[in-house]
């Protein structure tokens, strides 16, 4: 089901059955994400922009360890690695909706993610801001993190990114992190906002500081999250830029257990919830 909120000019569109995510974003008048997947990516992940949770990012060969408990994830990634949580392409179930806003909830499917739990998502649309609030909740101890996955497409020029961030995280060969933080340098150094075209990133920052720009020619967009994100994944494509707000590192609780520390890998009790509130706004800019 397609659920639609605000108008022709600032609007957004939502499929239920792909993860409730956006596969519509108009600001002024215009699409500035995909909404079909990019080539050469699996369609279920390369488009829109989707809700991660309760883990992000990839899990190494799908498995982990929480609790003295060992589960097996499914292996969505080259069938090698879990990627990108339990929720984005599974359906989504309307529970309120507005002229402004859609709020979505999701059981956790066992097959995915073996802890019984329930995640809600709330889609907010205004003149000048979307708000994207996540909440995951435990009906068992468990790990949690949140993330959203937006493809911002490249049809109207180049883009650029400003990311206030002294950091990556160093990544094996299958971009998992190792643990190890290095100092950005030439290429992944973004805080001054540099245009993404040409520029070959898959890469995770840390300690990153609220907020984040994404500029288009004629409009720059805002991310403000709140304090729980301090990572993002910054992956660009030659026809879209993602730039992913993340509660926690891809991996997070093996590398947490294995001494990292900051990861961001929260721990539920029974009955906790883990919420996060991200907010976009948007501003033209001049022709030039």
């Not at 989707?50 to 069938?79: I, Q």
């Not at 995915?112 to 003149?127: D, K």
């Amino acid at each position: 089901m397609i659920v639609t909120v605000g108008d022709e000019v600032n609007g957004l569109a939502i499929d239920t059955t792909a993860g409730g995510r956006i596969c519509s974003l108009v600001l002024r008048g215009r699409e500035r994400i995909l909404s079909l997947p990019v080539a050469g990516v699996d369609p279920s992940i390369a488009w829109g922009c989707y809700l991660m949770a309760p883990f992000v990012g990839r899990v190494k060969d799908g498995s982990l360890t929480w609790a003295g408990r060992t589960v097996r994830l499914r292996l969505n990634h080259y069938g090698r690695h879990s990627i990108h949580g339990a929720a984005f392409d599974a359906p989504w179930t309307v529970s309120q909706r507005s002229e402004s806003s859609v709020t979505m909830t999701c059981e956790f499917d066992q097959s995915r993610w073996p802890f019984r739990g329930l995640m809600t998502q709330r889609i907010t649309m205004t003149a000048s801001r979307l708000t994207l609030e996540a909440e995951i909740f435990a009906e068992e101890p468990m790990p949690a993190a949140i993330g959203w996955h937006p493809w911002f497409h490249t049809e109207d020029g180049p883009i650029h990114v400003q990311m206030p961030s002294d950091g990556v995280l160093k990544l094996g060969p299958d971009l998992i992190p190792t643990g190890g933080i290095l100092p950005v340098d030439e290429r992944t150094d973004l805080r001054s906002g540099p245009s993404m075209e040409g520029r070959h990133l898959d890469d995770v920052y840390t300690g990153v500081h609220s907020p984040v720009s994404v500029v288009w020619p004629d409009l720059e967009l805002t991310m403000r999250p709140n304090s729980r994100v301090g990572t993002f994944v910054v992956c660009t494509h030659r026809q879209a830029v993602c730039v992913e707000p993340m509660t926690a590192w891809p991996d997070a609780v093996r590398l947490s257990q294995a001494g990292c520390a900051d990861t961001g890998v929260t721990s539920l009790a029974a009955g906790e919830t883990l919420t996060v509130i991200n907010e976009w706004t948007w501003r033209p800019r001049a022709a030039r």
